[in-house]
């Protein structure tokens, strides 16, 4: 097993590990899980350097899963739910898949893997275990990065502050494994709550005294408006953290209004890099400085990180020769600090003239009514694009009118052609599975 993972498990070993209500596990019992897993492993002859998918969210047992394939040897491949996994499958050369139902029983099948990519080829050389975690594909092909076990884990070599912390972000998910790996290896205590909804989250918050809640802004924007801080206890929260999207000011500004004693820590990270290391100025500042080799060329984010993934599986390289990777998000400078833009592939071209979509959304949660806004670029046979907003409502309000309100209120605060053209009053979420703002 890893030792840094397992003797900081072993320092923690009567704590409380994982909480997945009314299951709770401590190291102690999560160390003994690991090792039956290993135990079945060898019975089954599944031997270092496997693949093994495992079709799950989180539980004690996926937990536990996923840390005995890292730290044996073997390759972890969390799938992504509500998918068809066939290609996924044959994506990874998956040996063998588990497979987990909602009542908590598993079964496993032996599977007929085709050749490994040279990659995967590379990393069972070395002995090493590894991790695959594939991407949402909302955008084209899913890709699947492989990681070194031992290289995400490098990032957790200096220990620090324990917390109680929600898991969030899914099982198939980069951040959601590096949050585990986090509060795992720092000896803190894993928390899954049954749904991921304000209502559910705000639930687990009080019964499970979280205190470290990591979340997409999305996800942060629609607890704000909930107003569940009125309803729950909540003060057991001790630190918000946010990422995978650009934060809306207003969102932010509402989340310290509504938790005045929480800290507010903006995190950085992608599915090729994992999470890097970054530091803000303020707590109600939107800049930051990443704790990593980082450049800025023609205004798009480029990064070299110690944990970076060995590659794609199924695309060619994305780092150029001396390990520079270019993140595909457009950002400002300010000396070392940073301020996160946007995607490129989310840029609007009016004309020529560039938008970011999260510019114009800060400016219209400004607006008296608007409860939420998604902005996105519209195919326009003029100007190539024009601006598209869906926005949702407070209290019902005439379209025409309201609109008229809109434009009114962005005239002297956005530049013309960065006001909306198009605007669409909607009902329903603005965001996907995966807690991020769908554009359009």
């Known amino acids: 097993m890893t030792s840094l993972l397992t003797e900081r498990m072993r320092e923690s070993f009567d704590s409380e590990a994982i909480v997945c209500s009314p299951a709770r596990v401590t190291y102690r019992g999560l160390v003994d899980r690991m090792g039956t897993w290993l135990s079945f492993f060898d019975k089954v002859d599944i031997p270092s350097g496997a693949v093994v998918a495992i079709e799950s969210d989180y539980s004690i047992d996926t937990c536990s899963l996923l840390l005995a394939l890292g730290t044996s040897g073997r390759i972890a491949a969390p799938l992504p739910g509500g998918v068809d996994h066939a290609n996924y ?4 050369a998956a040996d063998a898949i588990v497979r987990f139902t909602p009542g908590g029983s598993w079964s496993w099948s032996r599977l007929m893997p085709p050749p490994p990519p040279e990659l995967l080829r590379t990393l069972r050389a070395r002995g090493a275990g590894g991790l695959i975690v594939f991407s949402s594909g909302t955008t084209g092909q899913s890709k699947a990065g492989l990681f070194d076990f031992e290289t995400l884990m490098w990032r957790y070599q200096q220990r620090r502050r324990a917390f109680r912390t929600l898991a969030f972000l899914q099982f198939d998910h980069l951040g959601g494994i590096c949050t585990m790996l986090h509060t795992l290896a720092n000896g803190g205590t894993l928390i899954v709550a049954e749904e991921r909804t304000p209502e559910a989250i ?14 997409t802004p999305t996800f942060l924007r629609m607890l704000v408006i909930s107003d569940l801080h009125r309803r729950y206890d909540l003060t057991s929260l001790q630190m918000i953290s946010y990422g995978t999207e650009p934060m809306s000011l207003a969102t932010l500004q509402g989340l310290m209004a509504i938790f005045p004693d929480v800290r507010f820590k903006q995190t950085y990270g992608l599915s090729e890099t994992a999470v890097l290391p970054t530091t803000s100025p303020a707590p109600d500042s939107l800049w930051l400085e990443i704790g990593c080799d980082h450049k800025v060329v023609d205004g798009h984010l ?9 590659g794609y599986l199924n695309l060619p390289s994305p780092f150029d020769a001396e390990g520079w990777f270019n993140t595909g998000d457009a950002v400002e400078v300010d000396g070392r600090l940073l301020r996160i833009l946007g995607r490129v592939s989310d840029l609007i071209n009016v004309g020529g003239l560039k938008v970011y979509p999260a510019e114009v959304e800060d400016t219209l949660l400004a607006l008296e009514n608007v409860l939420d806004a998604t902005v996105w670029g519209q195919a326009n046979a003029v100007t190539g694009q024009v601006v598209a907003a869906r926005v949702s409502l407070t209290l019902p309000e005439d379209a025409a009118a309201f609109e008229r309100r809109l434009h009114e209120f962005c005239r002297g605060r956005l530049e013309s052609y960065k006001i909306p053209a198009v605007v669409e009053i909607v009902d329903g979420a603005h965001h996907g599975e995966r807690f991020k703002k769908v554009r359009s």
């Open 302 to 310: 480029w990064v070299r990180s110690a944990t970076a993934m060995l």
């Open 89 to 92: 499958l044959r994506t990874s």
């Open 202 to 215: 705000c639930r687990a918050i009080e019964r499970d005294r979280i205190e470290l809640l990591p979340a």
